[in-house]
């Protein structure tokens, strides 16, 4: 058994032996989401005030409006009550140091663990690669507020959203812990 199984076995058994949250029902208490970055340095229950069963978090690489996660806000909202609904990337992002062609090219030559330098990401090269990653948008981020801006737009957008439902666009700043508001996000997700 590996270390990290061990010690988040051992957290699981600590936390369940307290467990007091059995009645909390299926729908968030404060009926908001938040899509945001998958980062590990990102907590949204320490940034937005979270306690279990406030909000839903539908985390992914870059906190991007793919199809998965737009499926996961409509059913937020139409199955479980939701009324407002965030879009947090945060500064100094992973989805910021790489392209589409460089995270293909990197597959087609190995799928063993890439590095990076000052020079740009180098592949191992060990192992076999696949030509399979040259079939996904890999929703990387050129600019932040940009990015924002055109997921907001994105989910607004798509006919399963309601017009009525606000859409607020944010940047989490690593550095400092404060969510600054991107406006143009925020005023393409206006409800009407």
Known sequence: MSTILNEVLLAN?????????????????????????????????????????????????????????????????????????????????????????????????????????????????EGHGSAEGKYIDWLTIKDQVESVTEDVIRIKSHPLVPADIPIYGYIYDVKTGSLVEVPSATEEGRAL
């Not at 806000?73 to 009550?81: A, M, N, Q, T």
């Not at 087609?108 to 740009?120: M, N, P, Q, R, W």
């Open 13 to 125: 058994r600590e936390y369940s032996s307290n467990f007091d949250k059995a009645e909390l029902p299926m729908p968030p208490g404060r009926q908001f989401a938040i899509l945001t970055c998958m980062d590990a340095r990102l907590d949204p229950a320490k940034y937005a005030g979270l306690a279990e069963g406030d909000a839903h978090v539908i985390r992914n690489a870059g906190g991007r409006a793919s199809d998965d996660a737009i499926r996961s806000l409509v059913i937020s909202y139409k199955l479980l009550g939701t009324r407002e609904w965030f879009v947090i990337h945060h500064t100094d992002c992973g989805m910021e140091t790489f392209t589409d062609d460089i995270m293909r090219d990197l597959l087609s030559s190995s799928l063993k663990t890439s590095s990076v330098d000052a020079s740009g990401w180098h592949d191992c090269c």
